[in-house]
Protein backbone atom coordinates (compact mmCIF):
# COMPACT_ATOMS: atom_id res chain seq x y z
CA UNK A 1 0.00 0.00 0.00
CA UNK A 2 3.46 2.26 0.13
CA UNK A 3 3.24 5.32 2.82
CA UNK A 4 0.31 7.27 3.97
CA UNK A 5 -0.19 10.50 1.86
CA UNK A 6 -2.42 13.44 3.06
CA UNK A 7 -3.68 14.63 -0.57
CA UNK A 8 -5.11 18.23 -1.60
CA UNK A 9 -7.49 18.73 -4.63
CA UNK A 10 -8.77 21.78 -6.06
CA UNK A 11 -10.69 23.66 -9.38
CA UNK A 12 -9.26 26.37 -10.44
CA UNK A 13 -10.57 28.62 -13.87
CA UNK A 14 -14.04 28.45 -15.29
CA UNK A 15 -16.26 26.03 -13.69
CA UNK A 16 -17.62 23.18 -16.02
CA UNK A 17 -19.46 20.21 -16.18
CA UNK A 18 -17.57 16.94 -15.02
CA UNK A 19 -15.74 18.54 -12.20
CA UNK A 20 -17.48 16.48 -9.35
CA UNK A 21 -16.85 13.59 -11.11
CA UNK A 22 -13.07 13.92 -10.95
CA UNK A 23 -13.20 14.86 -7.70
CA UNK A 24 -15.34 11.74 -6.89
CA UNK A 25 -12.95 9.50 -8.80
CA UNK A 26 -9.66 10.88 -7.18
CA UNK A 27 -11.33 10.56 -3.56
CA UNK A 28 -12.58 6.54 -4.40
CA UNK A 29 -9.20 5.64 -5.74
CA UNK A 30 -7.14 7.40 -3.03
CA UNK A 31 -9.07 6.52 0.03
CA UNK A 32 -9.94 2.74 -1.27
CA UNK A 33 -7.20 2.08 -3.22
CA UNK A 34 -4.68 3.73 -0.87
CA UNK A 35 -6.03 4.63 2.26
CA UNK A 36 -4.93 7.84 2.00
CA UNK A 37 -6.56 11.40 2.63
CA UNK A 38 -7.98 13.60 0.33
CA UNK A 39 -8.59 17.47 1.77
CA UNK A 40 -10.72 19.72 -1.16
CA UNK A 41 -9.18 23.25 -0.85
CA UNK A 42 -12.43 26.06 -1.37
CA UNK A 43 -12.52 28.61 -4.03
CA UNK A 44 -9.12 27.05 -6.10
CA UNK A 45 -5.73 28.77 -4.44
CA UNK A 46 -7.78 31.22 -2.65
CA UNK A 47 -8.59 28.77 -0.05
CA UNK A 48 -4.83 28.60 0.41
CA UNK A 49 -4.54 32.22 1.33
CA UNK A 50 -7.05 32.05 4.26
CA UNK A 51 -6.38 31.95 7.72
CA UNK A 52 -6.80 28.81 8.43
CA UNK A 53 -6.92 27.38 5.13
CA UNK A 54 -10.31 26.75 4.09
CA UNK A 55 -10.19 22.68 3.10
CA UNK A 56 -12.42 20.24 3.93
CA UNK A 57 -11.89 16.28 4.52
CA UNK A 58 -13.25 14.12 1.59
CA UNK A 59 -14.90 10.74 2.04
CA UNK A 60 -16.50 8.30 -0.57
CA UNK A 61 -19.48 9.12 1.33
CA UNK A 62 -19.35 12.74 1.06
CA UNK A 63 -18.30 13.36 -2.53
CA UNK A 64 -20.45 10.63 -4.12
CA UNK A 65 -23.88 12.21 -4.90
CA UNK A 66 -22.09 14.58 -6.48
CA UNK A 67 -21.32 12.92 -9.75
CA UNK A 68 -24.23 13.94 -11.42
CA UNK A 69 -24.05 17.71 -10.53
CA UNK A 70 -22.87 21.03 -12.17
CA UNK A 71 -20.08 23.28 -11.10
CA UNK A 72 -17.72 22.43 -8.41
CA UNK A 73 -18.63 21.58 -4.87
CA UNK A 74 -15.41 22.88 -4.21
CA UNK A 75 -16.14 26.34 -5.96
CA UNK A 76 -13.60 28.46 -7.91
CA UNK A 77 -12.22 31.50 -9.68
CA UNK A 78 -11.03 32.51 -13.15
CA UNK A 79 -9.69 35.62 -11.15
CA UNK A 80 -7.04 36.67 -8.83
CA UNK A 81 -3.25 35.59 -10.39
CA UNK A 82 -1.73 34.71 -6.90
CA UNK A 83 1.39 36.63 -8.64
CA UNK A 84 -0.23 39.71 -9.22
CA UNK A 85 -3.05 39.38 -7.00
CA UNK A 86 -5.44 42.55 -6.99
CA UNK A 87 -5.88 44.17 -3.47
CA UNK A 88 -8.57 46.26 -2.39
CA UNK A 89 -6.86 49.62 -3.12
CA UNK A 90 -6.12 48.71 -6.28
CA UNK A 91 -2.92 47.90 -6.33
CA UNK A 92 -1.31 44.23 -7.37
CA UNK A 93 0.60 42.25 -4.98
CA UNK A 94 2.06 38.65 -4.98
CA UNK A 95 1.09 36.24 -2.88
CA UNK A 96 2.34 32.98 -3.46
CA UNK A 97 4.35 33.09 -0.95
CA UNK A 98 0.79 32.66 1.72
CA UNK A 99 -0.89 29.48 -0.83
CA UNK A 100 2.82 27.86 -0.44
CA UNK A 101 2.55 28.59 3.14
CA UNK A 102 -1.37 27.13 3.44
CA UNK A 103 -0.05 24.14 1.66
CA UNK A 104 2.43 23.34 4.08
CA UNK A 105 -0.19 23.96 7.15
CA UNK A 106 -2.54 21.54 5.98
CA UNK A 107 0.27 19.28 5.70
CA UNK A 108 0.01 18.10 2.78
CA UNK A 109 1.77 15.59 0.33
CA UNK A 110 0.53 16.36 -2.77
CA UNK A 111 -1.65 18.64 -4.68
CA UNK A 112 -3.70 17.55 -7.81
CA UNK A 113 -4.96 20.69 -9.89
CA UNK A 114 -7.76 20.80 -12.11
CA UNK A 115 -7.79 23.74 -14.35
CA UNK A 116 -7.65 24.92 -18.10
CA UNK A 117 -3.88 25.97 -19.81
CA UNK A 118 -4.03 29.28 -17.82
CA UNK A 119 -4.27 27.38 -14.15
CA UNK A 120 -1.94 24.85 -15.08
CA UNK A 121 0.53 27.62 -15.78
CA UNK A 122 -0.28 29.38 -12.34
CA UNK A 123 -0.01 26.36 -9.96
CA UNK A 124 2.96 25.18 -11.94
CA UNK A 125 4.75 27.93 -11.05
CA UNK A 126 3.47 27.85 -7.15
CA UNK A 127 4.82 23.81 -7.11
CA UNK A 128 8.60 25.13 -8.51
CA UNK A 129 8.51 27.99 -6.43
CA UNK A 130 6.91 26.10 -3.34
CA UNK A 131 8.47 22.42 -3.76
CA UNK A 132 4.34 21.30 -3.91
CA UNK A 133 4.52 17.85 -5.38
CA UNK A 134 1.86 18.72 -8.43
CA UNK A 135 -0.56 16.61 -10.49
CA UNK A 136 -2.67 18.18 -13.40
CA UNK A 137 -6.14 16.83 -14.65
CA UNK A 138 -7.46 19.07 -17.65
CA UNK A 139 -10.36 21.11 -17.64
CA UNK A 140 -12.16 23.34 -20.35
CA UNK A 141 -15.19 23.66 -22.38
CA UNK A 142 -13.05 25.31 -24.96
CA UNK A 143 -11.34 21.90 -25.22
CA UNK A 144 -7.96 24.21 -26.20
CA UNK A 145 -5.30 22.27 -23.95
CA UNK A 146 -3.27 20.38 -27.03
CA UNK A 147 -1.62 17.77 -25.22
CA UNK A 148 -5.22 16.22 -24.86
CA UNK A 149 -7.73 15.12 -27.26
CA UNK A 150 -10.49 15.71 -24.85
CA UNK A 151 -10.84 17.68 -21.59
CA UNK A 152 -13.25 17.64 -18.96
CA UNK A 153 -16.57 20.13 -19.91
CA UNK A 154 -15.75 20.12 -23.76
CA UNK A 155 -18.46 17.12 -24.14
CA UNK A 156 -20.91 18.65 -22.29
CA UNK A 157 -20.96 22.03 -23.87
CA UNK A 158 -20.80 20.53 -27.12
CA UNK A 159 -24.18 18.49 -26.14
CA UNK A 160 -25.74 21.65 -24.96
CA UNK A 161 -24.93 23.68 -27.96
CA UNK A 162 -25.99 21.22 -30.35
CA UNK A 163 -29.37 20.99 -28.76
CA UNK A 164 -29.46 24.86 -29.15
CA UNK A 165 -28.97 24.54 -33.37
CA UNK A 166 -31.62 21.75 -32.67
CA UNK A 167 -33.97 23.86 -31.10
CA UNK A 168 -33.30 27.30 -33.50
CA UNK A 169 -33.87 25.14 -36.96
CA UNK A 170 -37.31 24.74 -36.21
CA UNK A 171 -38.50 28.44 -35.32
CA UNK A 172 -36.00 29.68 -38.03
CA UNK A 173 -37.80 27.72 -40.38
CA UNK A 174 -41.30 28.66 -39.08
CA UNK A 175 -40.58 32.74 -39.51
CA UNK A 176 -38.15 32.32 -42.52
CA UNK A 177 -34.91 33.61 -40.22
CA UNK A 178 -31.53 34.09 -40.23
CA UNK A 179 -30.98 32.65 -36.68
CA UNK A 180 -27.55 33.52 -35.62
CA UNK A 181 -26.32 31.29 -32.02
CA UNK A 182 -23.18 32.52 -30.57
CA UNK A 183 -21.30 29.79 -28.32
CA UNK A 184 -18.34 29.96 -26.24
CA UNK A 185 -14.96 28.53 -26.61
CA UNK A 186 -12.50 31.79 -26.35
CA UNK A 187 -9.82 31.94 -29.14
CA UNK A 188 -10.63 28.00 -30.42
CA UNK A 189 -13.50 27.31 -32.50
CA UNK A 190 -13.78 23.66 -31.21
CA UNK A 191 -17.39 24.03 -29.88
CA UNK A 192 -18.60 25.79 -32.71
CA UNK A 193 -17.34 23.43 -35.39
CA UNK A 194 -18.40 20.72 -33.30
CA UNK A 195 -21.77 21.94 -32.42
CA UNK A 196 -22.29 23.32 -35.81
CA UNK A 197 -21.89 20.01 -37.81
CA UNK A 198 -23.78 18.12 -35.31
CA UNK A 199 -27.07 20.41 -35.56
CA UNK A 200 -26.59 20.72 -39.46
CA UNK A 201 -25.61 24.38 -39.34
CA UNK A 202 -26.08 26.38 -42.46
CA UNK A 203 -23.09 28.87 -41.84
CA UNK A 204 -19.98 28.48 -39.26
CA UNK A 205 -17.82 31.23 -38.57
CA UNK A 206 -15.27 30.41 -36.12
CA UNK A 207 -11.85 32.44 -35.49
CA UNK A 208 -9.05 29.87 -37.42
CA UNK A 209 -10.88 31.09 -40.62
CA UNK A 210 -11.76 34.12 -42.09
CA UNK A 211 -15.03 35.57 -43.88
CA UNK A 212 -16.42 38.67 -45.67
CA UNK A 213 -19.84 39.73 -45.05
CA UNK A 214 -19.86 39.46 -48.62
CA UNK A 215 -19.59 35.75 -49.03
CA UNK A 216 -21.85 35.12 -45.81
CA UNK A 217 -24.84 37.08 -47.72
CA UNK A 218 -24.29 35.37 -50.79
CA UNK A 219 -24.68 32.18 -49.35
CA UNK A 220 -27.75 32.82 -47.81
CA UNK A 221 -29.17 34.35 -50.67
CA UNK A 222 -28.08 31.31 -52.72
CA UNK A 223 -30.08 29.29 -50.17
CA UNK A 224 -33.22 31.57 -50.59
CA UNK A 225 -32.43 30.94 -54.86
CA UNK A 226 -32.94 27.22 -53.70
CA UNK A 227 -36.13 27.55 -51.90
CA UNK A 228 -34.58 27.01 -48.21
CA UNK A 229 -36.04 30.03 -46.26
CA UNK A 230 -34.19 29.74 -43.46
CA UNK A 231 -30.43 30.07 -42.53
CA UNK A 232 -28.67 29.01 -39.11
CA UNK A 233 -25.44 30.37 -38.48
CA UNK A 234 -23.22 29.19 -35.30
CA UNK A 235 -20.65 31.80 -34.35
CA UNK A 236 -17.73 31.57 -31.86
CA UNK A 237 -17.28 34.46 -29.78
CA UNK A 238 -13.92 34.86 -30.40
CA UNK A 239 -14.81 35.91 -34.22
CA UNK A 240 -13.55 39.16 -34.87
CA UNK A 241 -15.49 42.08 -37.06
CA UNK A 242 -14.71 42.38 -40.87
CA UNK A 243 -12.61 44.77 -40.19
CA UNK A 244 -10.49 42.57 -37.61
CA UNK A 245 -12.04 43.97 -34.45
CA UNK A 246 -12.45 41.95 -31.44
CA UNK A 247 -16.08 42.11 -29.64
CA UNK A 248 -16.24 42.02 -25.94
CA UNK A 249 -18.56 42.64 -23.01
CA UNK A 250 -16.20 44.08 -20.56
CA UNK A 251 -12.40 44.81 -20.62
CA UNK A 252 -10.81 43.32 -17.51
CA UNK A 253 -6.97 43.45 -17.17
CA UNK A 254 -6.78 39.78 -16.43
CA UNK A 255 -9.31 38.13 -19.08
CA UNK A 256 -11.64 40.30 -21.17
CA UNK A 257 -14.84 38.98 -21.21
CA UNK A 258 -16.00 38.21 -25.32
CA UNK A 259 -19.16 38.02 -26.26
CA UNK A 260 -21.32 40.43 -29.09
CA UNK A 261 -20.10 39.48 -32.74
CA UNK A 262 -23.38 37.49 -33.02
CA UNK A 263 -25.55 40.82 -33.06
CA UNK A 264 -23.08 42.74 -35.24
CA UNK A 265 -23.08 39.75 -37.82
CA UNK A 266 -27.13 40.07 -37.05
CA UNK A 267 -26.90 44.06 -37.74
CA UNK A 268 -25.05 43.78 -40.91
CA UNK A 269 -26.81 40.87 -42.26
CA UNK A 270 -29.56 42.62 -42.30
CA UNK A 271 -28.59 45.93 -43.37
CA UNK A 272 -26.70 44.69 -46.29
CA UNK A 273 -29.67 42.25 -47.38
CA UNK A 274 -32.54 43.07 -45.50
CA UNK A 275 -33.09 39.12 -44.40
CA UNK A 276 -34.53 39.37 -40.97
CA UNK A 277 -32.17 37.92 -38.10
CA UNK A 278 -32.30 36.81 -34.24
CA UNK A 279 -29.40 36.47 -31.91
CA UNK A 280 -29.24 33.54 -29.28
CA UNK A 281 -26.05 34.12 -26.76
CA UNK A 282 -25.60 30.84 -25.52
CA UNK A 283 -23.77 31.32 -22.73
CA UNK A 284 -22.96 29.71 -19.57
CA UNK A 285 -25.60 27.74 -20.09
CA UNK A 286 -22.67 25.85 -21.88
CA UNK A 287 -20.69 25.32 -18.74
CA UNK A 288 -23.72 24.57 -16.56
CA UNK A 289 -25.86 21.29 -15.62
CA UNK A 290 -25.79 17.79 -15.31
CA UNK A 291 -22.19 16.40 -17.12
CA UNK A 292 -22.48 14.12 -20.27
CA UNK A 293 -21.84 10.47 -19.83
CA UNK A 294 -18.67 11.28 -21.65
CA UNK A 295 -17.44 13.88 -19.63
CA UNK A 296 -18.35 11.91 -16.23
CA UNK A 297 -15.80 9.01 -17.53
CA UNK A 298 -13.29 11.24 -18.76
CA UNK A 299 -13.21 13.08 -15.50
CA UNK A 300 -13.67 9.59 -13.67
CA UNK A 301 -10.48 7.90 -16.01
CA UNK A 302 -8.49 11.47 -14.98
CA UNK A 303 -9.52 11.54 -11.79
CA UNK A 304 -7.73 7.62 -11.03
CA UNK A 305 -4.82 8.51 -13.33
CA UNK A 306 -4.22 11.55 -11.13
CA UNK A 307 -3.68 9.36 -7.93
CA UNK A 308 -1.76 6.55 -9.37
CA UNK A 309 1.05 9.44 -10.49
CA UNK A 310 1.18 10.91 -7.12
CA UNK A 311 1.73 7.12 -6.24
CA UNK A 312 4.36 6.60 -7.81
CA UNK A 313 5.57 10.30 -7.16
CA UNK A 314 5.62 11.03 -10.55
CA UNK A 315 5.01 14.72 -10.22
CA UNK A 316 4.76 17.47 -12.70
CA UNK A 317 2.73 15.98 -14.57
CA UNK A 318 -0.74 15.94 -16.02
CA UNK A 319 -3.22 13.08 -17.12
CA UNK A 320 -4.66 13.26 -21.08
CA UNK A 321 -6.65 11.81 -23.21
CA UNK A 322 -4.83 9.79 -26.36
CA UNK A 323 -6.22 7.58 -28.41
CA UNK A 324 -8.59 5.42 -25.67
CA UNK A 325 -6.06 5.74 -23.14
CA UNK A 326 -4.77 7.94 -20.77
CA UNK A 327 -1.18 9.27 -20.96
CA UNK A 328 0.46 11.29 -19.11
CA UNK A 329 2.62 14.18 -19.91
CA UNK A 330 4.79 16.94 -18.48
CA UNK A 331 2.62 20.11 -17.38
CA UNK A 332 4.94 22.22 -19.03
CA UNK A 333 3.86 20.63 -22.50
CA UNK A 334 0.23 21.21 -21.78
CA UNK A 335 0.97 24.76 -20.91
CA UNK A 336 2.80 25.29 -24.40
CA UNK A 337 0.51 23.37 -26.48
CA UNK A 338 -2.53 25.19 -27.45
CA UNK A 339 -5.19 23.54 -30.01
CA UNK A 340 -7.17 25.66 -32.38
CA UNK A 341 -9.30 24.71 -35.13
CA UNK A 342 -7.38 23.07 -37.99
CA UNK A 343 -9.01 25.22 -41.13
CA UNK A 344 -8.05 21.98 -43.46
CA UNK A 345 -8.46 19.57 -41.32
CA UNK A 346 -10.85 16.50 -40.84
CA UNK A 347 -14.25 18.80 -39.88
CA UNK A 348 -13.44 21.64 -41.55
CA UNK A 349 -13.41 19.45 -44.80
CA UNK A 350 -16.15 17.62 -43.23
CA UNK A 351 -18.17 20.99 -42.64
CA UNK A 352 -17.79 22.18 -46.84
CA UNK A 353 -18.19 18.52 -47.88
CA UNK A 354 -21.86 18.76 -46.07
CA UNK A 355 -21.91 22.22 -47.83
CA UNK A 356 -21.58 24.64 -44.98
CA UNK A 357 -20.09 27.98 -45.36
CA UNK A 358 -16.77 28.06 -43.40
CA UNK A 359 -17.23 31.83 -44.46
CA UNK A 360 -14.11 31.68 -47.04
O1 LIG B 1 -12.72 29.32 -20.69
C1 LIG B 1 -14.03 28.95 -20.45
C2 LIG B 1 -14.99 30.07 -20.77
O2 LIG B 1 -16.31 29.60 -20.58
C3 LIG B 1 -14.84 30.67 -22.17
O3 LIG B 1 -15.39 29.87 -23.18
C4 LIG B 1 -15.50 32.02 -21.97
O4 LIG B 1 -15.01 32.98 -22.87
C5 LIG B 1 -15.11 32.38 -20.56
O5 LIG B 1 -14.79 31.17 -19.90
C6 LIG B 1 -16.19 33.07 -19.78
O6 LIG B 1 -15.69 33.43 -18.54
P1 LIG B 1 -16.56 34.05 -17.35
O7 LIG B 1 -17.14 32.89 -16.61
O8 LIG B 1 -15.57 34.81 -16.56
O9 LIG B 1 -17.63 34.89 -17.97
Redesign the pocket.
Known sequence: MGEHKRIGILTS????AGLNAAIRAVVHSAVNTYGWEVFGIRQATQGLMERPPQAISLTPDKVDPYLTTGGTFLGTT??GNPFAFPMADGSVCDRSYEIIEGYRMLGLDALIGIG?DGSLAILRRLAQQGGINLVGIPK???N?VGVTECSI?FDT?VSVATEAVDRLQFTAASHNRVMILEV???DAGH?AMWAGIAGGADIILIPEIPYTLEGICQHIKKRQQQGKNYCLIVIA??VRTEAGDRVV?AE?PE?C???GIGQYLSQEICRMIGAETRVTVL??I??GGMPSHSDRLIATAFGVAAVELIAKEKYDHVVTWQKRHVVCVPIEEAINQYSTVNPNGTLATTARRMGIFLGS
Open positions: GGDCNKGTIDDGAMGRIEAVHNRLGGHQR
